[in-house]
């Protein structure tokens, strides 16, 4: 990626972090404002966007934009399970020029469309809810793909083919990484007690919780294996009207939904909140006191939320660990 000429000031700054990477004998990536270890190959600029969009042309590339948090154990998958496989990295690099964003970052940044704004505000104005969210920016620099939390491998890969056009024209997103990402999984749909019958009502007293999921599923064995069978995602799950419904029931409810397992929150007869990745039992008990406490009206950002629940957890003498 083109870089374009920094002042001498902070020329000087940054060589003298590059010499203390070296001294240190770390990566120069080190140095960057990221809590987890970013790849080498990514790249650093000046996070001018729309210049960042022609570079990455130039070399017939699309733009490819990562946010990330500290403490965020989807985020150390990402890095440690897809972009240690030699398929996905070859065919991330092939197509991508790839930047790393900090969601709580105070560097500058230019939007494609010329407003600046600090790191955590552009992961604001762009709804970041979820670590790692993944922006796929095409050779004019619109979003042309999006990935709210962890994909794994397959679905990845999947996700990065359509991204990068190799799919062709014509087919959704969503219906392309269901048909090109084959899960080794059950294959039929799980039953839960919990489940109501349809048609469907938003309308209910209580929030309602739509489940989307398929036969052939990794993602849904495990939610049923493990997420549904905790005591307090069981708990909470009593606030909901909870309806079992397919992908092709989401769209003709004009949802969307792009990965199974998928959860949809409404409120008063509104989606508040959407959970579209893998989320292990904490994030998704997380979610739903989130919608069923109505946090989500007093702290628009989920992270947030999940930070502070954490903390009233530890303080109450519990081991809280992001990842079971």
Same mark, same amino acid.
């Given at each position: 990626?083109?870089?374009? #000429?920094?002042?001498?000031?902070?020329?000087?700054?940054?060589? =003298?972090?590059?010499?203390?990477?070296?001294?240190?004998?770390?990566?120069?990536?080190?140095?960057? /404002?990221?809590?987890?270890?970013?790849?080498?190959?990514?790249?650093?600029?000046?996070?001018?966007? /729309? $210049?960042?969009?022609?570079?990455? !042309?130039?070399?017939?590339?699309?733009?490819?934009?990562?946010?990330?948090?500290?403490?965020?154990?989807?985020?150390?998958?990402?890095?440690?399970?897809?972009?240690?496989? #030699?398929?996905?990295?070859?065919?991330?690099?092939?197509?991508?020029?790839?930047?790393?964003?900090?969601?709580?970052?105070?560097?500058?940044?230019?939007?494609?469309?010329?407003?600046?704004?600090? $790191?955590?505000?552009?992961?604001?104005?762009?709804?970041?809810?979820?670590?790692?969210?993944?922006?796929? *920016?095409?050779?004019?620099?619109?979003?042309?793909?999006? *990935?709210?939390?962890?994909?794994?491998?397959?679905?990845?890969?999947?996700?990065?083919?359509?991204?990068?056009?190799?799919?062709?024209?014509?087919?959704?997103?969503?219906?392309?990484?269901?048909?090109?990402?084959?899960?080794? =999984?059950?294959?039929?749909?799980?039953?839960?007690?919990?489940?109501?019958?349809?048609?469907?009502?938003?309308?209910?007293?209580? /929030?309602? !919780?739509?489940?989307?999921?398929?036969?052939?599923?990794?993602?849904?064995?495990?939610?049923?294996?493990?997420?549904?069978?905790?005591?307090?995602?069981?708990?909470?799950? $009593?606030?909901?009207?909870?309806?079992?419904?397919?992908?092709?029931?989401?769209?003709?409810?004009?949802?969307?939904? =792009?990965?199974?397992?998928?959860?949809?929150?409404?409120?008063?007869?509104?989606?508040?909140?959407?959970?579209?990745?893998?989320?292990?039992?904490?994030?998704?008990?997380?979610?739903?006191?989130?919608?069923?406490?109505?946090?989500?009206?007093? $702290?628009?950002?989920?992270?947030?939320?999940?930070?502070?629940?954490?903390?009233? *957890?530890?303080?109450?003498? #519990?081991?809280?660990?992001?990842?079971?």
């Amino acid at each position: 990626v083109r870089r374009r #000429r920094a002042n001498p000031g902070a020329m000087r700054l940054w060589i =003298a972090l590059a010499l203390m990477a070296v001294a240190l004998g770390v990566r120069a990536q080190v140095a960057s /404002p990221h809590a987890i270890d970013i790849p080498a190959w990514f790249s650093e600029t000046f996070l001018d966007f /729309p $210049e960042d969009v022609r570079d990455a !042309a130039r070399e017939k590339k699309r733009l490819l934009l990562y946010f990330g948090q500290d403490g965020c154990p989807y985020c150390k998958e990402l890095m440690q399970t897809n972009f240690t496989q #030699r398929a996905i990295v070859d065919k991330t690099r092939k197509h991508f020029v790839a930047i790393a964003l900090n969601v709580w970052g105070d560097r500058d940044t230019t939007w494609t469309d010329g407003r600046r704004m600090t $790191e955590k505000e552009l992961a604001r104005a762009l709804r970041v809810q979820f670590t790692p969210t993944m922006l796929f *920016l095409d050779e004019k620099g619109a979003v042309v793909a999006r *990935l709210n939390g962890y994909y794994p491998p397959q679905r990845f890969s999947a996700a990065l083919d359509y991204a990068a056009g190799v799919s062709g024209k014509g087919p959704r997103f969503e219906d392309y990484v269901q048909a090109a990402a084959k899960d080794a =999984a059950g294959p039929k749909l799980h039953e839960e007690a919990f489940f109501l019958k349809q048609p469907v009502r938003l309308d209910g007293k209580k /929030p309602v !919780a739509l489940v989307f999921e398929t036969p052939y599923c990794a993602g849904c064995d495990d939610l049923h294996r493990e997420g549904f069978k905790r005591p307090e995602v069981r708990k909470l799950l $009593e606030q909901f009207d909870v309806y079992q419904l397919t992908p092709d029931a989401g769209r003709a409810l004009s949802l969307h939904v =792009a990965y199974t397992p998928s959860i949809v929150l409404f409120d008063g007869g509104r989606e508040v909140f959407r959970a579209e990745s893998y989320l292990r039992p904490f994030h998704l008990a997380s979610a739903l006191e989130y919608v069923a406490s109505r946090s989500y009206r007093t $702290e628009p950002s989920f992270q947030r939320y999940v930070q502070a629940r954490a903390d009233r *957890l530890r303080d109450r003498g #519990r081991t809280v660990d992001l990842w079971k």
